[in-house]
């Protein structure tokens, strides 16, 4: 469920929806949730100072009830 | 009707289209949010001091929150870009949840009891502070309780209460 609202919220925000992908982690650390998107979008998911990335996380980890890890990524960046 | 108010009242009528507009798309971005997360809520939408705002009644959702609005600041955050992203312009909409701050309706209503108290004493109106939709809510439904009248006067955003005597 996690993921699908990340990515709700991240395709929301985007210019190219249709290229988020969204991979849950899990470790012992807790979940990451690692987001892909189109290397023109990642300014927005990150936003000015990291603003929107910090806003991701915290709605993101509200909903989860625990601290949950969000990684952005360009989708072109090699693994 | 000259053209430059005719011009005025078309302004006024595209703002207000804008703002619904904008009402719209957001409304969509948060409930989609609150079907995947499973979580009941009304949203509401409306217009207020030339800004949409927005509110999620639920009455669950003090996680969405958060313990001193930060998740809500975060949320009205994501869905302004959101709405950015939709139509393309710069949003300020406003969100609330459940009628955040409840410390701060429990004060108002405080205010109001106290306003109510000292009308009912000297049977003069009084008028209160400059006070946002959501503050003056809270001041009518009290004064409402206690079976007393209030109205608003003024245009935002001096818009204030006046509690009047029986």
């Known amino acids: 469920m996690i993921d699908e609202a990340l990515e709700h919220l991240v395709k929301g925000i985007v210019d190219n929806p249709e290229e988020v992908v969204i991979t849950e982690k899990s470790s012992r650390g807790g979940t990451t949730l690692e987001v892909r998107v189109h290397p023109e979008d990642i300014g927005k998911v990150i936003g000015r100072n990291g603003r929107t990335a910090k806003a991701l996380r915290t709605v993101v980890s509200a909903i989860a009830g625990r601290s949950v890890r969000v990684d952005l990524i360009e989708a072109d960046e090699v693994r | ?166």
């Open chain 2, 1 to 166: 009707m000259s053209e430059a108010v005719d011009e005025k009242v078309k302004d006024k009528k595209s703002l207000i289209s804008q703002l619904e507009e904008e009402g719209d798309v957001a409304a969509d971005y948060l409930e989609g949010l609150l079907d995947i997360a499973d979580l009941d809520g009304d949203i509401d939408i409306d217009v207020e001091n030339d800004r949409a705002a927005l509110a999620i009644a639920g009455g669950k959702l003090n996680h969405l929150v958060g313990g001193r609005g930060e998740v809500l600041d975060a949320l009205q955050e994501l869905t302004r870009l959101a709405v950015q992203t939709s139509l393309g312009e710069r949003s300020r909409l406003m969100l609330d949840i459940d009628s955040f701050r409840s410390d701060k309706k429990a004060e108002l209503a405080e205010l109001a009891k106290e306003t109510a108290k000292e009308v009912k004493k000297s049977g003069e109106a009084i008028k209160l502070r400059p006070m946002n939709a959501f503050e003056r809510k809270v001041v009518h439904d009290t004064i409402q309780e206690i079976g007393l009248t209030s109205e608003s006067e003024g245009e935002d955003p001096d818009r204030c209460v006046v509690v009047l005597p029986e």
